[in-house]
Nanobody, 123 residues
């Protein structure tokens, strides 16, 4: 399992960014792709997940209505569209793959993580 996350950057409060996570080396149709984030000095927090087989999505309460998870099966890619960004969204964002939408880091194989991409929301 290999995952490549990208799309982070610096954005002003209220702005938008779209993160991408490309999967390779495994059949994405059998997996759930999750997004986590880790703010400076804090633990890794679950943000959202999407099932590749049916597109069902789930979100943590703090991002509902602002973040949208989608996938392109042909490209084995998941997108996290982040709108109305707030300074508290500042973090390194990671994508991870497992067979279910786990919300705790410990449930993921340590080799099923992409490298992080930094999102900074600041004026």
């Amino acid at each position: 399992v290999q995952l490549q996350a990208s799309g982070g950057g610096l954005v002003q409060p209220g702005g938008s960014l779209r993160l991408s996570c490309v999967g390779s080396g495994f059949n994405v149709d059998y997996y759930v792709i999750s997004w986590f984030r880790q703010a400076p000095g804090k633990g890794r927090e679950w943000v959202s997940c999407i099932r590749f087989d049916n597109g069902n999505t789930y979100y943590t309460e703090s991002v509902k209505g602002r973040f949208t998870n989608s996938r392109d099966s042909a490209k084995a890619t998941v997108y996290l569209q982040m709108d109305s960004l707030k300074p508290e969204d500042t973090a390194v964002y990671y994508c991870a793959a497992e067979r279910a939408c786990y919300r705790d880091v410990e449930s993921f194989d340590r080799n099923h993580w992409g490298q992080g991409t930094l999102v900074t929301v600041s004026s």
